[in-house]
């Protein structure tokens, strides 16, 4: 299995451009996220591309390498104590993240995608897609104009698929995308759940979804 980096790519090149702009004063506002501004969805978009960029680095040298040193905590207060840097510098890392993670793709080939690697003791396939979701996720968290609507089809189908353990214990989620697209989460009672393909990938991802999705909505188990 590999993964097509062309959407990867795509996101990149469109973060400058949808970060442009930004203002010390911007930057404090709030995010989508509870209790983060947007300062902070920035300085985990420079962690976390930077952590899973060094994920393909040493996998490609058959090497294995911590997410984060230190682990969460350390994650977390990396954030934390970057969330309130003035602008120029949160865009500045978040643009050099995603170029360091764009670098490391164009690395691997053909053979390499089953790489071992620490992130979920899983390869390069779950790395980069994990990426993906990062940059296409926080994209929209952001609160400037790019919002779940704009998900490609490509991405809403991996992100439908990959959120599936969200179902509750002993309830069968049947999700129905108005143009015909189907997926099935869990077993038991069965709940349905019907939208466009972009919102119901909004909700089964935590997000408010742009248009509506109906049904007997469940609670979701965390985020995956």
């Given at each position: 299995?590999?993964?097509?980096?062309?959407?990867v790519w795509?996101?990149?090149?469109?973060l400058?451009g949808l970060?442009?702009?930004?203002?010390?004063l911007?930057?404090?506002?709030d995010?989508v996220?509870?209790?983060?501004?947007?300062?902070h969805?920035?300085?985990?978009?420079?962690?976390?591309?930077?952590?899973?960029?060094?994920q393909?680095?040493?996998?490609?040298e058959?090497?294995?390498?911590?997410?984060?040193?230190?682990?969460?905590p350390?994650?977390?207060?990396?954030?934390?104590?970057?969330?309130?840097n003035?602008?120029?510098?949160?865009?500045?890392?978040?643009?050099?993240a995603?170029?360091?993670?764009?670098?490391?793709?164009a690395?691997?080939?053909?053979?390499?995608?089953?790489?071992?690697?620490?992130?979920?003791?899983?390869?390069l396939?779950?790395?980069?897609?994990a990426?993906?979701?990062?940059i296409?996720?926080h994209?929209?968290?952001?609160?400037?104009?790019?919002?779940?609507?704009?998900w490609?089809?490509?991405?809403?189908?991996?992100?439908?698929?990959?959120?599936?353990?969200?179902?509750?214990?002993g309830?069968q989620?049947?999700?129905?995308?108005?143009?015909?697209?189907?997926?099935?989460?869990?077993?038991g009672?069965?709940?349905e759940?019907?939208?466009?393909r972009?919102?119901?990938?909004?909700?089964?991802a935590?997000?408010?979804?742009?248009g509506?999705?109906h049904?007997?909505?469940p609670e979701?188990?965390?985020y995956?």
């Open positions: 299995m590999s993964v097509n980096p062309v959407p795509a996101a990149n090149t469109r400058p970060l442009h702009g930004l203002t010390d911007s930057v404090r506002a995010s996220l509870p209790g983060w501004s947007r300062g969805v920035l300085a985990h978009l420079a962690g976390v591309g930077n952590a899973l960029a060094r393909v680095e040493y996998a490609l058959d090497r294995k390498v911590d997410v984060y040193d230190g682990g969460r350390a994650r977390d207060a990396g954030i934390a104590a970057n969330a309130g003035p602008a120029v510098d949160l865009v500045e890392d978040a643009v050099a995603s170029a360091a993670f764009d670098r490391a793709l690395k691997i080939g053909p053979d390499d995608w089953g790489r071992s690697v620490v992130y979920r003791d899983g390869t396939v779950e790395v980069v897609q990426y993906w979701r990062e296409e996720i994209s929209t968290d952001l609160r400037l104009g790019y919002t779940p609507a704009t490609s089809p490509e991405f809403s189908d991996h992100l439908l698929t990959f959120t599936a353990p969200r179902a509750p214990e309830v989620v049947v999700l129905r995308a108005d143009d015909g697209g189907s997926w099935t989460w869990g077993t009672t069965p709940v759940v019907t939208g466009a972009n919102d119901l990938a909004a909700w089964a935590g997000r408010t979804p742009v509506s999705v049904g007997d909505l979701l188990k965390p995956p």
